[in-house]
């Protein structure tokens, strides 16, 4: 039996190759139907409708009200797929929005309430729409570690950020990309004064605010009183959040883990690059496995393994040379990786 640490996406993961992920992959129609029936009850379109659609919008299925409904769902299924009896999970852990796909997978919330979190935020966030988003790298296309880079880079944030109407800050340290957020005079002064890269850098992110800064403090307020610390409980599992830490199973105060999720997790920087590192050393595992949709996080995992030198990896040469000959990373949102973990499928 191999032993695994379970990523889960966040926003932007449900893009156009995505359309009908649940159709294919989500197994438990009667919990589909719940969430449908509570989205309905909220006059809002159903997952299944959005994942059935003829056709994708990036209008109407990058929203936060849909995408993170639609993520969600997509992660959850992907988790319950799982062979448990091949794959020992040693840990959960997410990216942004996938902080609440981890705390269901681990058992922290039902798979319920687990969806009325996601999607109460989703829908706070996209309603407020406060601030946006914008991805830049720190590493080269060769994935080397360029600390002096990424320093230049957080100087040039925060000198943006303290500029009088200007508000800029890191929102994501992701793998070998820094996620920033801010308001527009902060996000636009960034984009002019950086130079270009890779054809497509920096980049904004479409129907994203300005998720993990103090510009969500709003929306915060509102989920904490919309969302009861009674949904939540013990994790099944150890939890690593965007800080690092780690919530262990029976030892986790349950109104502590909703005050972070509904607090820090939502107003402050969110350190995937470091929540990686901590998997890393602190469970071993033999794999890595990135729940769909989208397969857009492997790169990130495998840039903050780098960082975190695991293995003795430092470019991605030395990655794609161990995947080739025992790999670490498996994404189930790629249809020739999901069947090595995944029941009734094995190779």
């Not at 849909?66 to 959850?76: H, K, V």
């Not at 406060?130 to 720190?138: A, R, T």
């Not at 595992?285 to 790169?299: A, E, K, M, R, Y």
Request: hydrophobic share 40%; aromatic share 8%; net charge negative.
């Amino acid at each position: 039996m191999k032993t695994a640490v379970v990523i889960c996406p966040g926003r932007g993961t449900y893009t156009k190759t995505e359309l009908g992920y649940l159709r294919r992959h989500f197994g438990d129609r009667a919990l589909l139907a719940a969430f449908d029936h509570a989205r309905d009850a909220l006059g809002q379109e159903t997952l299944s409708a959005l994942d059935g659609a003829a056709s994708y919008s990036v209008a109407k299925h990058t929203r936060g009200d849909n995408a993170s409904g639609l993520i969600y769902a997509a992660t959850l299924g992907d988790f319950r797929t799982i062979d448990r009896e091949r794959i020992d999970i040693v840990a959960v852990t997410g990216n942004s929005m996938g902080w609440y796909s981890a705390l269901a997978c681990a058992g922290a919330l039902t798979a319920e309430a687990g969806f009325e979190v996601v999607n109460t935020m989703g829908t706070l966030m996209q309603e407020a729409l406060i601030g946006g988003q914008l991805v830049h790298p720190h590493m080269g296309e060769d994935w080397v570690p360029d600390p002096a880079r990424k320093t230049d880079l957080m100087a040039k944030v925060a000198a943006i950020g303290a500029r009088p109407d200007h508000v800029l800050a890191l929102s994501i340290d992701l793998g070998g990309m820094l996620v920033l957020a801010g308001n527009d005079a902060g996000l636009k002064a960034f984009e002019a004064e950086v130079p270009p890269e890779q054809g497509r850098f920096p980049m904004r992110l479409s129907n994203h605010a300005a998720f993990h800064t103090a510009l969500q403090a709003p929306v915060a307020e509102r989920g904490r009183a919309r969302l009861s610390p009674g949904l939540f409980s013990q994790p099944k599992l150890p939890l690593i959040d965007g800080r690092g830490a780690v919530w262990w199973p029976g030892v986790t105060d349950p109104t502590a883990l909703w005050d972070y999720t509904l607090g820090h997790q939502v107003t402050e920087s969110y350190d995937f690059t470091h929540a990686i590192r901590v998997a890393a050393r602190e469970f071993a595992p033999d794999l890595f496995i990135v729940t769909g949709p989208g397969n857009t996080l492997g790169g990130a995992v495998a840039q903050s393994l780098i960082l975190a030198d695991w293995r003795g990896m430092g470019s991605k040469t030395d990655f794609q040379t161990r995947q080739q000959t025992a790999p670490v990373l498996v994404s189930l949102g790629m249809e020739d990786q999901r069947g090595t973990v995944t029941k009734g499928d094995a190779r």
